[in-house]
């Protein structure tokens, strides 16, 4: 239960008062008039005369009026007494419908993240400014007259709160104390998590009024295109729903104007990404770092101050300054470093590179994202693995493990791997990653070490590929046996960062592949295989002729044999610029897999599998196609043409000095025409085809020329865009066959299937006595350098946002159950008020650990799990400490950077971003309402003013009338002489004998 709030029902009821303990006084001064009758009751005094029997008998006879003339007295004197109490402590109870009773409960989400370090003006930021703005919430809150309750949460912790109590002058003190003891953080959390945390605690209190309070700067980014831009406007749904006001303390700078479509906000340049070109290099070698900078504000700049340090010394062979991007710009550098290789007992070391952009801190409001970090795994070698099903025949010329190894150990410079040929067995140790950076499987049948596996293809069995007519031996459940440790093995590698390249062949059983390795999408391998696209083996007594007969068909159409899917990616680049000369590449064989368009249905997940390499259609330039094309698009096509709406589009005034002005066909014109010529070319130049249509689809012209006509401006009206559309799926319907090659992410790392063999037994890729010449051998190699390039690039760089969790899961076999983190000290070397670092202090400092002793963890099911959640920049690395005492001390380490993809924008949001889907709870609305303040903005609003009965004219009115009855009353009771009346003895003895007012 919170502080200061209590169920108690008694207490409860002095929530009525704004002054409750004078109404517990009040209460008591009540019974001051009875205590005050029984005294003068006390007072009486017996005489006794001659004339007592008369007075005795007079006496009862008014006795009865007399009882209740003073009860009536004595409970107005009483009444008298509880209204000066209900004066005195403010009653504002609604039970006499005078004023709305109950509490007030105000849930403030402080917005503690990045962005908040925004620098406003000198020594003062975004959340100072939010700070002031809670506690100016809360002060006006504590002097309305109903209890008030509120509760801080922190953005990046909203679970924790960091007050929760009634607000009065005590609280109040402890609020400003606890504010001024807060600082920002450099994580990112979405808005909607505090939300959320709100709703659900004001979801339990039945207070009739509830507040939840957004201090925060208000970024465009939250509330239109961020991760949690949608849920946080279905959350605040939500909660006005709940009928809770919604207000949103707007603490950027300058404040927004009423009705300023765009407001204002703090230029800023951001260091986006610093990424070296491998995440494990060999000594010795140049290895090239990518740098991002991007201009998030309006101002510019020629050139920007660019620092680099390696393990804390500075880098003075980078080039100090850089031209700087533009506005909105984002652009990337590229610097080289080369490092030593580890100590002679080191199998790696580990090297840390900081990038700091300065000469910037006058123009720029965020300086935390000046800063980013990098590490580098640098070993004396890199070992690629390579495990052929093959055995040894792979190594003999033609062969799958000699066509690999050929190409990656003769690629240039730190391309260059070490290959180490190896079998199934070599997948079961446990350090996987730590050994490899890639994984070549080669035609493998499975990943099950059998101590005598049968032979693949040998006597009584049909080839590989092909369902066998008689049942096999039962294979073991690979996650139950022994045996299933080399894909465990091989799975973990690639969920912590490794990359797994099959090449396929005539060993590989298709069953396996599917049940096991694929495993409905949840395995390794990204698609279901359907069998072979051609299986010469199995025509008895026609195989070599069924070769030669498609081997002469390909070799007679003249198109490409294949295409890169997406011509921007790292792998294709390379082998994109030369897939219109392939047209001597032959691949006889390999797998089919599913339809591409079931791999984002029936088993694929978004952007989980991506189609690297289609080979070419079969198709052929038929009658069909022309009439497709005429009836469907040519024939609109040429109406547009004659159409004045779009003759921008299809004729341009060509000028030229001194010779006049020449109309001329425009690109649309131009382009129709090349389509319509291809579409009545040769039957087998299907591809020029749809070389022209791409063509026409894209042309953006020359956008330099003054007079530039950009093409795609047409094909995005809405007039024409589902006929691009359309044009788009024709297009690769013709073109594009079956898939070759295919790549999803695992974890975070990479499989890549290419579905025919490495080496020249099923294609000529490779060379062979299928090869087509020296062009397709050159694009085989530049294609798998590039691969392996992209693979040992990518993965697990170590790279994290801050807060991110890092998980290091370790075998209990093979380590203690004792890590100990280091942090490095004073990361930045930078302060966010542009204050320089000490002299004496080094740019980046050393390391310091976390705790002083190594901590423990226990084993679960035979595995250590270490959680870790980076709170701040800098490089962060954890020792694991193996069980052999003949093992070195591991290292694994993280560098955590800022998320300036979220908090780096300082572009602010506008009001009707904000506001959008308020209600105006002025008309009665049954939903909460939405204010937006800024600072310096009037916040009466909080005070809840209630009217007490002090307030009211009601009560003095109430209070006089019954004073007057009350001293009417106490003078008819009282004794009193009329006029010049004497006082007799009698009458004395009368007046003594009647009970006297009090």
């Given at each position: 239960?919170?502080?200061?709030?209590?169920?108690?029902?008694?207490?409860?009821?002095?929530?009525?008062?704004?002054?409750?303990?004078?109404?517990?006084?009040?209460?008591?001064?009540?019974?001051?008039?009875?205590?005050?009758?029984?005294?003068?009751?006390?007072?009486?005094?017996?005489i006794?005369?001659?004339?007592?029997?008369f007075?005795?008998?007079?006496?009862?006879?008014?006795?009865?009026?007399l009882?209740?003339?003073?009860?009536?007295l004595?409970?107005?004197r009483?009444?008298?007494?509880?209204?000066?109490?209900?004066?005195?402590?403010?009653?504002?109870?609604?039970?006499?419908?005078?004023?709305?009773?109950?509490?007030?409960?105000?849930?403030?989400?402080?917005?503690?993240?990045?962005?908040?370090?925004?620098?406003?003006?000198?020594?003062?930021?975004?959340?100072?400014?939010?700070?002031?703005?809670?506690?100016?919430?809360?002060?006006?809150?504590?002097?309305?007259?109903?209890?008030q309750?509120?509760?801080?949460?922190?953005?990046s912790?909203?679970?924790?709160?960091?007050?929760?109590e009634?607000?009065?002058?005590?609280?109040?003190?402890?609020?400003?104390?606890?504010?001024?003891?807060?600082?920002?953080?450099?994580?990112?959390?979405?808005?909607?998590e505090?939300?959320?945390?709100?709703?659900?605690l004001?979801?339990?209190?039945?207070?009739?009024?509830?507040?939840?309070?957004?201090?925060?700067?208000?970024?465009?980014?939250?509330?239109?295109?961020?991760?949690?831009?949608?849920?946080?406007?279905?959350?605040?749904?939500?909660?006005?729903?709940?009928?809770?006001?919604?207000?949103?303390?707007?603490?950027?700078?300058?404040?927004?104007?009423?009705?300023e479509?765009?407001?204002?906000?703090?230029?800023?340049?951001?260091?986006?990404?610093?990424?070296?070109?491998?995440?494990?290099?060999?000594?010795?070698?140049?290895?090239?770092?990518?740098?991002?900078?991007?201009?998030?504000?309006?101002?510019?700049r020629?050139?920007?101050?660019?620092?680099?340090?390696?393990?804390?010394?500075?880098?003075?062979?980078?080039?100090?300054?850089?031209?700087?991007?533009?506005?909105?710009e984002?652009?990337?550098?590229?610097?080289?470093?080369?490092?030593?290789?580890?100590?002679?007992?080191?199998?790696?070391?580990?090297?840390?590179?900081?990038?700091?952009?300065?000469?910037?801190?006058?123009?720029?409001?965020?300086?935390?994202?000046?800063?980013?970090?990098?590490?580098?795994?640098?070993?004396?070698?890199?070992?690629?693995?390579?495990?052929?099903?093959?055995?040894?025949?792979?190594?003999?010329?033609?062969?799958d493990?000699?066509?690999?190894?050929?190409?990656?150990?003769?690629?240039?410079?730190?391309?260059?791997?070490?290959?180490?040929?190896?079998?199934?067995?070599?997948?079961?140790?446990?350090?996987?990653?730590?050994?490899?950076?890639?994984?070549?499987?080669?035609?493998?049948?499975?990943?099950?070490?059998?101590?005598?596996?049968?032979?693949?293809?040998?006597?009584?069995?049909?080839?590989?590929g092909?369902?066998?007519?008689?049942?096999?031996?039962?294979?073991?459940?690979?996650?139950?046996?022994?045996?299933?440790?080399?894909?465990?093995?091989?799975?973990?590698?690639?969920?912590?960062?490794?990359?797994?390249?099959?090449?396929?062949?005539?060993?590989?059983?298709?069953?396996?592949?599917?049940?096991?390795?694929?495993?409905?999408?949840?395995?390794?391998?990204?698609?279901?295989?359907?069998?072979?696209?051609?299986?010469?083996?199995?025509?008895?007594?026609?195989?070599?002729?069924?070769?030669?007969?498609?081997?002469?068909?390909?070799?007679?159409?003249?198109?490409?044999?294949i295409?890169?899917?997406?011509?921007?990616?790292?792998?294709?680049?390379?082998?994109?610029?030369?897939?219109?000369?392939?047209?001597?590449?032959?691949?006889?064989?390999?797998?089919?897999?599913?339809?591409?368009?079931?791999?984002?249905?029936?088993?694929g997940?978004?952007?989980?599998?991506?189609?690297?390499?289609?080979?070419?259609?079969?198709?052929?330039?038929?009658?069909?196609?022309?009439?497709?094309?005429?009836?469907?698009y040519?024939?609109?096509?040429?109406?547009?043409?004659?159409?004045?709406?779009?003759?921008?589009?299809?004729?341009?005034?060509?000028k030229?000095?001194?010779?006049p002005?020449?109309?001329?066909?425009?690109?649309?014109?131009?382009?129709?025409?090349?389509?319509?010529?291809?579409?009545?070319?040769?039957?087998?130049?299907?591809?020029?085809?749809?070389?022209a249509?791409?063509?026409?689809?894209?042309?953006?012209?020359?956008?330099?020329?003054?007079d530039?006509?950009?093409?795609?401006?047409?094909?995005?009206?809405?007039?024409w865009i589902?006929?691009?559309?359309?044009?788009?799926?024709?297009?690769?319907?013709?073109?594009?066959?079956?898939?070759?090659?295919?790549?999803?992410?695992?974890?975070?790392?990479?499989?890549?299937?290419?579905?025919?063999?490495?080496?020249?037994?099923?294609n000529?890729?490779?060379?062979?006595p299928?090869?087509?010449?020296?062009?397709?051998?050159?694009?085989?190699?530049?294609?798998?350098?590039?691969?392996?390039?992209?693979?040992?690039?990518?993965?697990?760089t170590?790279?994290?946002?801050?807060?991110?969790?890092?998980?290091?899961?370790?075998?209990?076999?093979?380590?203690?159950?004792?890590?100990?983190?280091?942090?490095?000290?004073?990361?930045?070397?930078?302060?966010?008020?542009?204050?320089?670092?000490?002299?004496?202090?080094?740019?980046?400092?050393?390391?310091?650990?976390?705790?002083?002793?190594?901590?423990?963890?226990?084993?679960?099911?035979?595995?250590?799990?270490?959680?870790?959640?980076?709170?701040?920049?800098?490089?962060?690395?954890?020792?694991?400490?193996?069980?052999?005492?003949?093992?070195?001390?591991?290292?694994?380490?993280?560098?955590?950077?800022?998320?300036?993809?979220?908090?780096?924008?300082?572009?602010?949001?506008?009001?009707?971003?904000?506001?959008?889907r308020?209600?105006?709870?002025?008309?009665?609305?049954?939903?909460?309402?939405?204010?937006?303040?800024?600072?310096?903005?009037?916040?009466?609003?909080?005070?809840?003013?209630?009217?007490?009965?002090?307030?009211?004219?009601?009560?003095?009115?109430?209070?006089?009338?019954?004073?007057?009855?009350?001293?009417?009353?106490?003078v008819?009771?009282?004794?009193?002489?009329?006029?010049?009346?004497?006082?007799?003895?009698p009458?004395?003895?009368?007046?003594?004998?009647?009970?006297q007012?009090?």
């Open positions: 239960m919170p502080p200061g709030r209590c169920d108690c029902e008694a207490l409860r009821r002095m929530e009525l008062f704004v002054n409750p303990w004078y109404m517990v006084a009040g209460g008591a001064m009540v019974s001051s008039p009875i205590i005050i009758h029984l005294i003068n009751r006390m007072r009486f005094k017996r006794r005369w001659a004339a007592m029997e007075l005795l008998k007079a006496q009862k006879k008014n006795r009865r009026r009882i209740i003339e003073q009860l009536i004595l409970m107005l009483c009444l008298l007494v509880l209204l000066a109490a209900f004066l005195v402590s403010r009653f504002v109870g609604h039970a006499l419908g005078l004023t709305q009773g109950g509490n007030t409960t105000h849930v403030v989400i402080l917005d503690d993240t990045a962005s908040m370090q925004e620098r406003v003006k000198q020594g003062e930021d975004c959340f100072s400014i939010a700070k002031k703005q809670v506690l100016a919430v809360a002060r006006k809150a504590a002097d309305a007259n109903n209890p309750f509120l509760k801080l949460i922190l953005l912790d909203p679970q924790n709160r960091v007050f929760d009634r607000l009065n002058d005590e609280s109040l003190k402890k609020l400003a104390s606890t504010l001024d003891q807060l600082q920002p953080t450099p994580a990112h959390v979405d808005l909607v505090g939300v959320k945390v709100a709703e659900k004001l979801a339990d209190i039945n207070d009739p009024r509830k507040w939840i309070h957004l201090a925060s700067d208000f970024r465009e980014r939250d509330w239109s295109e961020g991760s949690g831009a949608e849920a946080l406007r279905l959350a605040l749904d939500k909660v006005r729903n709940s009928k809770i006001n919604v207000t949103m303390l707007d603490s950027a700078s300058p404040a927004r104007q009423s009705n479509p765009q407001p204002a906000f703090g230029d800023n340049f951001a260091i986006t990404d610093l990424r070296p070109e491998k995440r494990v290099v060999p000594a010795s070698t140049g290895v090239k770092f990518a740098l991002k900078i991007k201009n998030l504000g309006q101002v510019t020629e050139k920007i101050k660019l620092d680099v340090f390696v393990d804390g010394s500075p880098e003075f062979r980078v080039i100090p300054y850089i031209e700087a991007p533009s506005r909105g984002e652009k990337e550098y590229f610097f080289e470093l080369e490092f030593g290789p580890p100590g002679e007992k080191e199998r790696a070391k580990f090297h840390r590179v900081t990038a700091k952009i300065g000469d910037i801190e006058a123009e720029d409001a965020l300086l935390l994202d000046n800063v980013r970090h990098a590490i580098i795994e640098v070993r004396k070698e890199v070992p690629t693995l390579v495990i052929d099903g093959s055995g040894d025949d792979g190594k003999k010329p033609g062969g493990t000699r066509s690999v190894t050929d190409v990656l150990t003769s690629a240039p410079g730190n391309e260059r791997a070490a290959v180490v040929s190896g079998t199934i067995k070599e997948l079961e140790r446990p350090d996987l990653i730590q050994e490899y950076a890639t994984i070549y499987l080669l035609n493998v049948r499975d990943l099950i070490t059998e101590d005598k596996a049968p032979p693949a293809g040998g006597a009584g069995q049909p080839p590989m092909v369902q066998p007519t008689r049942p096999e031996t039962p294979r073991p459940d690979p996650k139950k046996s022994k045996k299933g440790r080399a894909l465990e093995n091989l799975q973990e590698f690639v969920r912590a960062g490794g990359n797994v390249v099959f090449f396929l062949g005539d060993r590989v059983d298709q069953q396996y592949y599917n049940d096991v390795l694929f495993r409905d999408c949840e395995g390794l391998f990204p698609v279901p295989l359907e069998g072979l696209k051609e299986n010469f083996e199995l025509r008895a007594g026609g195989a070599a002729k069924a070769r030669d007969e498609k081997f002469a068909r390909l070799k007679a159409n003249r198109q490409p044999k295409y890169a899917m997406d011509r921007d990616h790292e792998i294709l680049q390379g082998l994109y610029l030369f897939q219109n000369q392939l047209h001597e590449l032959y691949i006889l064989e390999y797998f089919r897999t599913r339809d591409r368009e079931q791999w984002k249905g029936s088993f997940k978004p952007d989980d599998i991506k189609e690297l390499i289609t080979l070419a259609s079969d198709r052929k330039l038929d009658d069909g196609v022309r009439s497709t094309m005429q009836r469907r040519l024939d609109r096509l040429n109406r547009a043409v004659n159409d004045k709406k779009w003759e921008k589009f299809v004729t341009r005034v060509k030229e000095a001194g010779k002005d020449q109309q001329v066909d425009g690109p649309l014109k131009i382009h129709l025409k090349r389509v319509t010529e291809a579409v009545f070319g040769k039957e087998d130049e299907l591809h020029k085809l749809a070389q249509i791409e063509a026409m689809l894209t042309d953006r012209g020359n956008p330099s020329a003054p530039n006509v950009d093409l795609t401006e047409f094909w995005n009206s809405p007039e589902d006929m691009k559309n359309e044009l788009e799926t024709y297009r690769k319907d013709l073109l594009y066959g079956d898939t070759l090659s295919v790549m999803r992410k695992y974890g975070k790392g990479n499989v890549v299937a290419v579905l025919t063999t490495a080496g020249s037994k099923w000529g890729w490779a060379g062979g299928l090869s087509g010449g020296h062009i397709v051998n050159i694009s085989y190699t530049i294609f798998l350098v590039d691969l392996q390039k992209f693979l040992t690039r990518g993965g697990d170590g790279g994290r946002n801050v807060g991110d969790e890092v998980q290091v899961e370790l075998d209990e076999k093979r380590y203690k159950g004792e890590y100990q983190f280091f942090v490095q000290k004073d990361e930045t070397a930078i302060k966010q008020d542009g204050a320089k670092p000490d002299d004496k202090q080094p740019a980046v400092p050393g390391f310091v650990p976390l705790s002083s002793e190594p901590q423990k963890i226990k084993a679960e099911d035979g595995k250590f799990l270490i959680k870790y959640r980076g709170k701040k920049p800098g490089i962060h690395f954890v020792k694991l400490f193996p069980l052999a005492a003949d093992q070195p001390v591991e290292e694994r380490w993280f560098a955590y950077n800022l998320d300036t993809i979220n908090e780096s924008n300082l572009r602010r949001a506008s009001q009707p971003q904000l506001l959008g308020a209600v105006d709870d002025s008309k009665g609305s049954d939903k909460g309402a939405t204010f937006l303040f800024k600072p310096g903005d009037d916040l009466n609003i909080f005070r809840e003013r209630q009217q007490d009965l002090s307030e009211t004219p009601w009560i003095f009115l109430l209070l006089l009338f019954i004073l007057v009855i009350e001293q009417a009353l106490a008819h009771l009282s004794f009193h002489v009329k006029g010049a009346e004497e006082v007799t003895a009458t004395v003895a009368l007046a003594s004998a009647r009970p007012a009090a």
